[in-house]
């Protein structure tokens, strides 16, 4: 059984700094895509980052980019991302994905929560300002 588990999520305020942690287990193929995706009150659901299981490439929202990164420890199965100088519209439910998506898809592709086919629960991240 696959299972993707979210933590890290609070509140901080704007300017402030967040890491998000997903440890992926039983997933059943040796290459994977994980990816964080977001959605905010109101929103459509929206790729943020995501990254090829060994290590690279990876993906980013125009939105993050300079702002968030993706990393992962493969020895931990776990796949992060560090959130940086928060922004008030970076409040939303972020979940984790996992998708055997190959390395070298365009980046459109790779930030649609459809070629994912296991999600965690989500966590919660709220900025105020």
């Known amino acids: 059984q696959v299972q993707l588990v979210e933590s890290g999520g609070g509140s901080v305020q704007a300017g402030g700094s967040v890491r998000l942690s997903c440890v992926v287990s039983g997933y059943p193929y040796s290459t994977v895509t994980l990816g964080w995706f977001r959605q905010g009150p109101g929103k459509e659901r929206e790729g943020v980052a995501a990254?090829?299981?060994?290590?690279?490439?990876?993906y980013y929202a125009d939105s993050v980019k300079g702002r968030f990164t993706i990393s992962q420890d493969r020895a931990k199965n776990t796949v992060y991302l560090q959130m940086n100088s928060l922004k008030p519209e970076d409040t939303a439910l972020y979940y984790c994905?996992?998708?055997?998506?190959?390395?070298?898809?365009?980046?459109?592709?790779?930030?649609?929560?459809?070629?994912?086919?296991?999600w965690g629960q989500g966590t919660q991240v709220t900025v105020s300002s």
């Open positions: 990254i090829y299981s060994g290590g690279s490439p990876t």
């Open positions: 994905a996992a998708g055997a998506i190959p390395p070298g898809v365009a980046a459109a592709w790779a930030l649609a929560p459809k070629p994912y086919d296991y």
